[in-house]
Nanobody, 120 residues
Framework: QAQLVESGGGLVQPGGSLRLSCAAS????????MGWYRQAQGKQRELVAVITRGGNTNYADSVKGRFTISRDDRKNTVYLQMNSLKPEDTAVYYCNADILSTGRSLRGYWGPGTQVTVSS
């Protein structure tokens, strides 16, 4: 069994920056694709960015050039550097990871989410 916990959310002014972290813990053999999703109030959850085990990345058009996803496999952690934040980025951000746990099958995990609010 594995768990994901996000950190780094908070209140920031437009144009500011935040760095989100998501640390996986538990019985982990390997972590494949990891990603960040977000859900704004009254809207559907959407993909923000993903990163494969090999380091390939993909971003939503709305965040390209502003957000950067990265990972540190030694720490079982994925990061999301968010720059030039806009009010439209306000949402709960969720970490997702495909994890192969020791003695278990590969499956997806979700963190509880961290609030990001961009406002003047």
């Amino acid at each position: 069994q594995a768990q994901l916990v996000e950190s780094g959310g908070g209140l920031v002014q437009p144009g500011g920056s935040l760095r989100l972290s998501c640390a996986a813990s538990g019985s982990i053999s390997s972590i494949n694709t990891m990603g960040w999703y977000r859900q704004a109030q009254g809207k559907q959850r959407e993909l923000v960015a993903v990163i494969t085990r090999g380091g390939n990345t993909n971003y939503a058009d709305s965040v390209k050039g502003r957000f950067t996803i990265s990972r540190d496999d030694r720490k079982n952690t994925v990061y999301l550097q968010m720059n030039s934040l806009k009010p439209e980025d306000t949402a709960v951000y969720y970490c997702n990871a495909d994890i192969l746990s020791t003695g278990r099958s590969l499956r997806g995990y979700w963190g509880p989410g961290t609030q990001v609010t961009v406002s003047s």
